[in-house]
């Protein structure tokens, strides 16, 4: 889309007193533009079942927040919560400050996309994203125009009269995206909207909804079972494991210092290995595995005598020749290849440990490196720093 | 005989075996069927109609008389009258039901269908009757109007048109429920929810969305109940008066009276009258994709 027509979709909500609390500032400038969400002790069961007990998230303007989590860890709920097809059972919604729990789903002004798109197949293309507008009693005239903005958005020109069983999933996903935004909501609800399509297309919507993001400037919340999506778009993730949320921060965060054992293996891969703390020197946890001494970043309380459990993440490590010298404070461990996976880019490695116990290591393939045989015996060596207490 | 080249090889060699027929396991299944409505159902249709202008000799008298029956034309009438009336009924009593039906899940379900099912398994006589039973002078109704002390006098409800128009509505409703249930159930719940989170209240989320959405359902129950009231003759038989006599009720008198031909080409006449409709209605875009969409 280019300058001027952004500016010009921004610029027209100046007159649009009708529509409330859905305009948005001038010209380029994103700052306020998205709404704050503020969930406290959210709570919902089903019967006896406890699908979320106690989330409390503060959202704010313009952020892109993605609720990451297994099946059934209550992260599509909590979305509808916020959308208002579920009550909760306790705690409290509040979008910019004033509480929506007792307002129907209809007055709510939330953009949503669906996992299976929900396109009305009555309607073609430029009545379905015009839907909303006419609720909202805007004239046909403007909304020929909001709609064709709309398209060029999500880089569609042209296809307002097509019907939705004409459209390839990728394309139906933008228009369901293009639906949702046409009425300036403040806040975007998306649950798991890439879920059905393949991985190519994914990967290129993924990158198109930043950028829509960036463009638009409002608040994103997003719903996904897949880390690595979550890891790709979001400002911050909050990992939610049966109904509580079981860490909260940007990706890097989350990434480098889990601080559990299931976000440690929700995230990307982890190895783990326990001990006992022994004692702390220059800042580094000094653990006892047993068969080693490890050392470990203090990023939460340790203390001695206390058993722990640490993890690192297998892309730090790397095979290291018997007599070479330590780079910077490190760890050492010997251990016999048992696995080789190549994958392109990457080869995979599935080593046995002194202690038995079975670690992944994972090397960028290169001119330099040299595939392990599967039986060799070998060094690895992972830096302190990268050792994290779970 | 003379070959060329090719055929000479051809004859040589000899005729490429044929495939077996695609089709042999699909004539097979369905020939049995065809052949039983060829014999007990196409024939004597055809034979019944060819009656109306080859009694005795093939002459055109009984349509002149069709012509110029005014007893026919009112009966025809009011036919197309109570068929209509029917229809709507139908619609405006069996699309909540079937609005409601499509929502529900398990247990729920279950028992509505049934409930909805039931008039089905039990015999149109007996439910005329029932309704007899219902609207007589001395019926259930009246008397507990009486018991009530709300009427003085019986209210005259029996061989009334207002009766034919209960108790045929009553009898037809599945045949309209149906249809639309099973259309509004293919519905993807996510559109009512995507319709509302757009803004859209409830009464609008119906108006543009489930109603639209149900259009097959709707057009393919007002179809059947219409084709089928047009034909009916136990219950207006029954629970009618004189003066709302049906075109089948018709061709039942001139039976009665021997006037074989003639009831012949009354028929006839019924038959033409549902097959145009029947026609007509296929020709309107959409229809089709709709009678489709609803034997699902």
Known sequence: ?390 | MSYTGQGTATALIGAPATRPSRHAGAILLVGPLVLYMAVFYAAPVLAMLARSVLDPHLTLQNLVRLAGDEVFFHVFGNTLLTAVIVTLGTLLLGYPVALALSRMRGMAATVTLVVVLLPFWTSVLVRSYAWMVLLGRHGLINEALRGAALIDAPLRMLNTAFAVYVAMIHILLPYMILPIASVLRQVDPALPRAAASLGASPWGVFEQVVLPLSMPGVIAGTLLVFVLSLGFYITPALVGGPRDMMLSQLIAQQVDLLNWPYAACLSATLLAATLLLLLLCQSLPGVRGALRQSMR
């Open chain 1, 1 to 390: 889309m280019d300058a001027s027509t952004s500016v010009r979709y921004f610029q027209e909500s100046n007159g649009d007193a009708s529509f409330g609390a859905c305009s948005y500032g001038e010209g380029g400038n994103t700052a306020g533009r998205g709404a704050k969400v503020s969930l406290v002790g959210l709570e919902k069961r089903f019967d006896a079942v406890g699908a979320v007990c106690g989330i409390s998230l503060e959202i704010g303007s313009g952020e892109f927040l993605t609720l990451l989590g297994p099946s059934g860890s209550g992260k599509t709920t909590t979305l509808m919560m916020i959308a208002g097809f579920e009550t909760p059972t306790a705690g409290d919604i509040a979008i910019d400050g004033r509480s929506v729990v007792g307002t129907p789903p209809h007055k709510r002004n939330i953009g949503m996309v669906f996992q299976n798109y929900a396109l009305f197949p009555h309607l073609t293309v430029a009545e379905n994203i015009a839907f909303p507008l006419k609720q909202r009693g805007m004239d046909r005239a403007t909304r020929a125009r909001r709609v064709a903005d709309s398209l060029a958005m999500v880089q569609l020109p042209g296809y307002e009269a097509r019907y939705p069983r004409q459209l390839s999933g990728g394309q139906q996903q933008r228009v369901a995206l293009a639906r949702a935004i046409v009425f300036r909501p403040r806040l975007l609800l998306m649950d798991e909207p890439l879920g059905a399509l393949d991985k190519q297309l994914r990967e290129n919507l993924q990158l198109e909804m930043r950028r829509l993001h960036a463009e638009l400037g409002i608040t994103f919340v997003y719903v996904t079972h897949d880390q690595e999506e979550a890891l790709i778009m979001s400002d911050r993730i909050a990992v939610v494991n049966e109904g509580r949320i079981a860490q909260l921060g940007p990706p890097e965060e989350l990434y480098d210092r889990p601080r559990n054992r299931f976000v440690a293996s929700f995230i990307g891969e982890s190895n783990f290995l326990s001990g006992v703390v022994r004692g702390i020197e220059d800042g580094f946890l000094i653990v006892d595995c047993g068969w080693a001494m490890l050392r470990a970043a203090a990023t939460r309380p340790a203390p001695i005598g206390s058993a722990v459990t640490l993890t690192t993440r297998p892309e730090r490590m790397r095979f290291v020749d018997p007599g070479a010298m330590p780079i910077g404070i490190e760890n050492r461990m010997r251990v016999t290849v048992r696995e080789t996976v190549f994958a392109g880019e990457r080869c995979r490695y599935l080593l046995r440990g002194e202690n038995g116990e079975t670690l992944i290591l994972k090397e960028q393939s290169g001119a330099a490196t040299r595939r392990r045989a599967p039986g060799e015996m070998a060094e690895i060596a992972w830096a302190a720093a990268d050792t994290v207490v779970v």
